[in-house]
């Protein structure tokens, strides 16, 4: 499975931003797409996620705010991000959840900077 992230860049506080994620490969064994982000000096932490079956999850921080989506028939997945805050300043990275010969394996794009100016 290989991810390709597009979008991110700068923005003020207030704006809105679109990240997209393109996956290729062995995409039938993908159970789940979704975005984590990483602040300098933080963990890595989950922001959205959308299964196949289109169910959705969202960390607290970014309810009301973030939106993914999901487009099947491309194998792209869509994180629209609005109300941004300098705290959503991060990396983020799409995810892929695969699920082969019974384990879990996850796979990650390179990540594309998104930064808020206060």
């Known amino acids: 499975v290989q991810l390709v992230e597009s979008g991110g860049g700068l923005v003020q506080t207030g704006g809105s931003l679109s990240l997209s994620c393109a996956a290729s490969g062995s995409t039938f064994s993908i159970k789940a797409l979704g975005w984590y982000r990483q602040a300098p000096g933080k963990q890595r932490e989950s922001v959205a996620s959308i299964s196949r079956g289109g169910d959705t999850h969202y960390a607290d921080s970014v309810k009301g705010r973030f939106t993914i989506s999901r487009d099947n028939a491309e194998n792209t997945i869509y994180l629209q991000m609005n109300s941004l805050e300098p705290e959503d300043t991060a990396v983020y990275y799409c995810?892929?959840?695969?699920?082969?010969?019974?384990?879990?394996?996850?796979?990650w794009g390179q990540g594309t900077q998104v930064t808020v100016s206060s």
């Open positions: 995810n892929a959840k695969v699920w082969v010969g019974g384990a879990w394996y996850d796979y």
